[in-house]
């Protein structure tokens, strides 16, 4: 009897998994460069949210070092948001929503006040928000053969292409503009303090599209730069500047100035329509500029001041006396 002895020799290409695995994750590298982003702050990491396409549960990854970090992915397919600082880093913004498209950014403090000249309310953001920036990536499919990876990848690091499927990468744009305003105060040597409120701004935006929120608020900031006119001891211009969700320049911007007088007592309103300037940066971010002039301050006694060295008080005269002096 005659015996044939097979013998079965597979082939494997350097680059394939064993047949049989148990690998449920693909490590995947995120690489984010902020070099447009126009970001001033430093000292913070990042934040990115993997969305799995199916609507299950989101994964947030909080990147201490925000140009790059390693996550491990089940197989699936992904949209990838990624935004500057975590969310408890925000002083003045707060998070909503639990998907990729209704994740939206809104201003922290947001109070109602009542005009009552007008009789109308006015939602007021109290604090401006910090800058916000965001990158989006809405498709990255996790596909069976980029499980374990992990391991793979030391033992035939030449298997990636040039077109490397384990790594993600964003580049964010900031999502915030900067209004600065400059209002020009015939006898600015009479104020203490100024306030500045604008009209039409958005209450928030959606990260992950770009897209503002509907809902229209004022927003409050403060004028922290005085600066006199040259030559004048007087008349000067007084500056402040804040970050603001959206502004639509098709939209009116009404403009209040609030001041508080050097006497600590004295307070001037005056409202104007603004008509912003909008200037493109060397960093890629629109400056929204407005340069208004005020009404002439009334003149005050600054506060501890007295009016003259001769504030004396005199009582009237009484009823003449008659009497004899003395020699």
């Known amino acids: 009897m005659r015996y044939v002895l097979l013998f079965f020799c597979p082939f494997f290409s350097s680059c394939e998994r064993r047949e049989l695995t148990y690998f449920e994750e693909a490590e995947i590298n995120v690489e984010v460069d902020w070099s447009r982003s126009g970001l001033s702050e ?40 990624v935004f500057n600082r975590s969310q408890d880093d925000f002083g003045s913004i707060s998070f909503y929503g639990n998907n990729f498209y209704n ?29 916000l920036a965001s990158d989006t990536l809405e498709y990255f499919e996790v596909t069976e053969d980029m499980l374990g990876n992990y391991k793979n990848k030391n033992e035939n690091p030449g298997c990636k292409s040039s077109a490397d499927p384990y ?40 990260p992950g599209t770009g897209q503002l929120s509907e809902e229209k608020v004022t927003q409050q900031f403060t004028f922290d730069k005085m600066e006199f006119a040259p030559g004048s001891p007087f008349d000067g211009t007084i500056s402040g500047s804040c970050n603001v969700f959206g502004f ?30 909008y200037i493109l940066q060397e960093n890629g971010e629109i400056l929204i500029r407005i340069r208004l002039t005020a009404k002439k301050l009334p003149d005050v006694k600054p506060e501890g001041v007295p009016d003259s060295g001769f504030d004396v008080i005199v009582d009237e005269w009484g009823d003449p006396e008659e009497s004899e002096i003395p020699l």
């Open 248 to 277: 639509d320049r098709n939209l009116p911007h009404l403009l209040t100035l609030e001041t508080l007088l050097a006497d600590g007592k004295t307070r001037t309103k005056e409202t104007f329509e603004a008509e912003p300037e």
């Open 103 to 131: 994740f939206r950014a809104e201003a922290k403090q947001v109070d109602t006040r009542m005009d009552m000249e007008m009789k109308v309310e006015t939602r007021v953001i109290i604090d401006a928000p910090e800058e």
């Open 167 to 206: 790594v993600i990468r964003l580049m964010p744009g900031k999502l915030t503009k900067k209004v600065l305003v400059e209002i020009y105060v015939p006898d600015m040597n009479n104020l203490r303090s100024a306030v500045g409120l604008i009209g039409n701004v958005c209450e928030g935006v959606y």
């Open 42 to 81: 430093s000292g913070y990491g990042a934040t990115t949210m993997f969305y799995p396409v199916d609507g299950n549960t989101p994964m947030k990854v909080l990147m201490g070092n925000r140009e790059q970090t390693t996550v491990r992915l089940r197989e699936g397919n992904y949209r990838v948001l």
